[in-house]
């Protein structure tokens, strides 16, 4: 902390919450105060919750100025919570206002956030209208629909002492007669077992669980200590052992809190709890893809900048989400391929500078208004913009022509351009790029150095003569992967974020984000001689057992995966699709495989590589994401599971 002190020299301060978390390093939780605080020895003010008594006596003996608040008497400002209703009183003031939401999680917080506004002198109405847009604390107190009218409480994020007391206390305000608390192992507390064990159980004990779940070696030794007449309990060494042991299905009409660390897995646990959303989905894991990117930053040179393509609704997996992850993870620049891509993003909050590949005349009103940067890939079109802009500020992109044969401005018109350039100079050239045409393969290489020096002295010419020294790219996702030397000054990633690898070449790294999945809405045997669906291609040549599954050609099952061309996955198991594709459905064969109506089925994904599905069809990975419609509903995944 004296470290990151020097580091961060923070002139406000911000004691949060003390919880377990950490304690295994500490020998007490006095010296783990004293450690945390000392980042704060400099700080002008240092705002804290007084109701943690040992924080309290330290702030104090260290003397550090402070603003303390509390639920019981002794700090600075005394808390009184009805329902949403907060009251802050003073010695000399009093303010209310009113949160939307009551849990103590989102209280402390929004409260912490309160005091720090009053202090920096922000009005009382400004504050309260901020704090009516907060959220309560995401991920971790997570209701979700359970099967048999159970609800489920996910808290399978952390598992500390005072997290479960939060959520113990969540628990304790819902209406419903039953509940169950599943329980991991809490690790790291730095207490002996049976100290942690005897906390806990007096915990359960106070807040009206009826039954117990617990899941751990330690847990599980003390399970002794549990015994009481109010609470059933039960004690498994392993969430595996859970998993099998428990008959899950007699869960019915009770509200189930999952609390458990992380290397229990208890996403395993809420998997088999919660309901299945039915339909038709493409799961999106945003974990992998920041891994994805992380393992593309990896390849590169200090300093190159990264542009993420994310033109035709980000691959087919949803721009805004993406896009939100990308501006998270700090990329330079994100590129699309129409105007109106770049406004939907700015519409979401995006502000990342946007490269718009194919601008069109009429869409420069929209282009200006939303700060997006156009390419010019033509004489015409630079010309138009000249026109429109009337002297107005705005930064372009050049591509130039280099082997592609696609867009992009021809030698021939280099000397024009720079004669536009220099009198016009409201325009400004923010980059100068050409796009590769066979960057996935060896037996292009040669075609792609021509290219890349096709560029490099168009390069040249434009920067010398206008004196300016924009960005320089010219790879897309096989390029970073096999022709590093070609970096330049930034790239622009596509497919591969998606885990996609484009080129021929191996790479274990890369994982694959999407899933498109969907359900089977009915099951039905066949005999021979029997047909199935429109022509009456399907032909069973003796007993079937057929399955109708809820996708069809308008979700983006190509009509060509008909007669058995595609394959699904069942149970972990081949089905080929029988007969012909329909628009919104398709039949398959699910013979031999142990599978019942409402069942999942992955038509890529895990045990279906986008590539082989591509390939089945004569197609590439690009045009199978992309196709997936929008209509089929996307589903985000981040945190642990
Ligand atoms: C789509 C595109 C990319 C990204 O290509 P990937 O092969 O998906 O990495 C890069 N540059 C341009 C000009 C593009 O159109």
């Given at each position: 902390m004296e470290r990151l002190a020097k580091i961060i020299r923070p002139t406000l301060g911000i004691f949060s919450n003390l919880g377990s978390a950490h304690d295994e390093g500490f020998t007490s939780l006095e010296e783990k105060v004293r450690e945390k605080l000392k980042l704060f020895h400099e700080v002008e003010a240092l705002i804290y919750c007084s109701d943690y008594g040992l924080l309290k006596s330290e702030i104090q003996h260290l003397k550090i100025p402070s603003i303390s608040w509390g639920f019981k008497a002794g700090g600075n400002y005394l808390v009184q919570q009805q329902e949403n209703k907060i009251t802050l009183q003073g010695k000399k003031e009093e303010f209310n206002f009113v949160l939307p939401f009551t849990d103590k999680a989102s209280v402390e917080n929004a409260l912490h956030g309160i005091f720090l506004m009053l202090h920096l002198k922000y009005s009382p109405s400004l504050i309260q209208e901020r704090v009516t847009v907060l959220q309560s604390v995401p991920m971790r107190l997570e209701l979700k629909q359970g099967i048999n009218n159970c609800q489920v409480i996910d808290d399978s994020y952390n598992n500390d002492l005072g997290g479960l007391q939060i959520s113990l206390d969540f628990l304790g305000g819902l209406q419903k007669k039953k509940k169950t608390l599943i329980l991991s192992d809490i690790l790291q507390t730095g207490l002996e077992d049976s100290e942690l064990v005897s906390k806990i159980q007096e915990m359960i004990t106070r807040s009206g669980v009826q039954q117990l779940i617990a899941i751990g070696p330690v847990l599980s030794k003390h399970r002794t200590q549990f015994l009481s007449k109010e609470i059933k309990s039960r004690f498994y060494e392993t969430t595996a052992e859970a998993l099998t042991k428990i008959s899950w299905e007699e869960f019915n009409r009770e509200i189930i809190l999952i609390k458990g660390?992380?290397?229990?897995?208890f996403e395993r646990i809420v998997a088999r709890l919660q309901r299945r959303v039915h339909g038709t989905r493409m799961e999106i894991d945003l974990n992998k893809m920041a891994h994805n990117l992380n393992f593309f930053k990896s390849r590169l040179n200090s300093g190159v900048k990264v542009m993420v393509m994310v033109k035709a609704f980000a691959y087919g997996s949803g721009s805004e989400e993406v896009a939100n992850l990308l501006q998270f993870h700090r990329v330079d620049y994100l590129g699309v391929a129409y105007t109106d891509e770049g406004v939907d993003l700015r519409k979401n909050q995006i502000s990342l500078p946007i490269m718009v590949m194919n601008p069109t005349e009429e869409s420069f009103p929209l282009l200006l208004a939303n700060r997006l940067e156009p390419t010019v890939y033509s004489m015409g079109l630079l010309k138009s913009l000249i026109e429109f802009l009337q002297g107005q500020p705005c930064a372009v992109h050049l591509e130039i022509e280099t082997g592609m044969h696609r867009l992009g401005l021809e030698d021939n018109n280099l000397d024009e351009i720079i004669g536009l350039l220099k009198a016009n100079p409201n325009i400004s050239v923010a980059s100068i790029f050409s796009h590769l045409a066979g960057a996935d393969e060896s037996k292009h290489d040669t075609y792609s150095q021509v290219q890349f020096e096709l560029y490099q002295t168009a390069y040249e010419k434009i920067a010398d003569a206008l004196r300016i020294k924009p960005i320089r790219h010219i790879l897309n996702s096989p390029g970073i992967l096999r022709l590093p030397h070609l970096q330049m000054d930034m790239v622009r990633l596509g497919i591969g974020l998606y885990g996609v690898n484009p080129t021929t070449d191996s790479i274990d790294q890369l994982q694959p984000v999407a899933t498109l999945k969907t359900v089977i809405s009915q099951i039905k045997k066949l005999k021979a001689g029997e047909s199935v669906g429109y022509g009456r291609w399907g032909q069973p040549d003796g007993d079937m057992t057929l399955a109708t599954i809820a996708i069809g050609y308008a979700d983006g099952f190509s009509r060509s995966f008909s007669r058995g061309i595609g394959q699904v996955i069942v149970a972990g198991k081949r089905a080929p699709v029988v007969g012909n594709v329909c628009m919104d459905m398709t039949m398959i064969d699910i013979t031999g495989i142990n599978a019942h109506e409402g069942d999942e089925v992955i038509i890529f994904g895990e045990g279906m590589p986008i590539q082989e599905v591509a390939a089945n069809i004569n197609t590439i990975p690009y045009e199978i994401l992309t196709n997936t419609s929008e209509r089929v509903k996307r589903v985000f995944f981040a945190g642990s599971y």
């Amino acid at each position: 902390m004296e470290r990151l002190a020097k580091i961060i020299r923070p002139t406000l301060g911000i004691f949060s919450n003390l919880g377990s978390a950490h304690d295994e390093g500490f020998t007490s939780l006095e010296e783990k105060v004293r450690e945390k605080l000392k980042l704060f020895h400099e700080v002008e003010a240092l705002i804290y919750c007084s109701d943690y008594g040992l924080l309290k006596s330290e702030i104090q003996h260290l003397k550090i100025p402070s603003i303390s608040w509390g639920f019981k008497a002794g700090g600075n400002y005394l808390v009184q919570q009805q329902e949403n209703k907060i009251t802050l009183q003073g010695k000399k003031e009093e303010f209310n206002f009113v949160l939307p939401f009551t849990d103590k999680a989102s209280v402390e917080n929004a409260l912490h956030g309160i005091f720090l506004m009053l202090h920096l002198k922000y009005s009382p109405s400004l504050i309260q209208e901020r704090v009516t847009v907060l959220q309560s604390v995401p991920m971790r107190l997570e209701l979700k629909q359970g099967i048999n009218n159970c609800q489920v409480i996910d808290d399978s994020y952390n598992n500390d002492l005072g997290g479960l007391q939060i959520s113990l206390d969540f628990l304790g305000g819902l209406q419903k007669k039953k509940k169950t608390l599943i329980l991991s192992d809490i690790l790291q507390t730095g207490l002996e077992d049976s100290e942690l064990v005897s906390k806990i159980q007096e915990m359960i004990t106070r807040s009206g669980v009826q039954q117990l779940i617990a899941i751990g070696p330690v847990l599980s030794k003390h399970r002794t200590q549990f015994l009481s007449k109010e609470i059933k309990s039960r004690f498994y060494e392993t969430t595996a052992e859970a998993l099998t042991k428990i008959s899950w299905e007699e869960f019915n009409r009770e509200i189930i809190l999952i609390k458990g660390a992380r290397i229990f897995q208890f996403e395993r646990i809420v998997a088999r709890l919660q309901r299945r959303v039915h339909g038709t989905r493409m799961e999106i894991d945003l974990n992998k893809m920041a891994h994805n990117l992380n393992f593309f930053k990896s390849r590169l040179n200090s300093g190159v900048k990264v542009m993420v393509m994310v033109k035709a609704f980000a691959y087919g997996s949803g721009s805004e989400e993406v896009a939100n992850l990308l501006q998270f993870h700090r990329v330079d620049y994100l590129g699309v391929a129409y105007t109106d891509e770049g406004v939907d993003l700015r519409k979401n909050q995006i502000s990342l500078p946007i490269m718009v590949m194919n601008p069109t005349e009429e869409s420069f009103p929209l282009l200006l208004a939303n700060r997006l940067e156009p390419t010019v890939y033509s004489m015409g079109l630079l010309k138009s913009l000249i026109e429109f802009l009337q002297g107005q500020p705005c930064a372009v992109h050049l591509e130039i022509e280099t082997g592609m044969h696609r867009l992009g401005l021809e030698d021939n018109n280099l000397d024009e351009i720079i004669g536009l350039l220099k009198a016009n100079p409201n325009i400004s050239v923010a980059s100068i790029f050409s796009h590769l045409a066979g960057a996935d393969e060896s037996k292009h290489d040669t075609y792609s150095q021509v290219q890349f020096e096709l560029y490099q002295t168009a390069y040249e010419k434009i920067a010398d003569a206008l004196r300016i020294k924009p960005i320089r790219h010219i790879l897309n996702s096989p390029g970073i992967l096999r022709l590093p030397h070609l970096q330049m000054d930034m790239v622009r990633l596509g497919i591969g974020l998606y885990g996609v690898n484009p080129t021929t070449d191996s790479i274990d790294q890369l994982q694959p984000v999407a899933t498109l999945k969907t359900v089977i809405s009915q099951i039905k045997k066949l005999k021979a001689g029997e047909s199935v669906g429109y022509g009456r291609w399907g032909q069973p040549d003796g007993d079937m057992t057929l399955a109708t599954i809820a996708i069809g050609y308008a979700d983006g099952f190509s009509r060509s995966f008909s007669r058995g061309i595609g394959q699904v996955i069942v149970a972990g198991k081949r089905a080929p699709v029988v007969g012909n594709v329909c628009m919104d459905m398709t039949m398959i064969d699910i013979t031999g495989i142990n599978a019942h109506e409402g069942d999942e089925v992955i038509i890529f994904g895990e045990g279906m590589p986008i590539q082989e599905v591509a390939a089945n069809i004569n197609t590439i990975p690009y045009e199978i994401l992309t196709n997936t419609s929008e209509r089929v509903k996307r589903v985000f995944f981040a945190g642990s599971y």
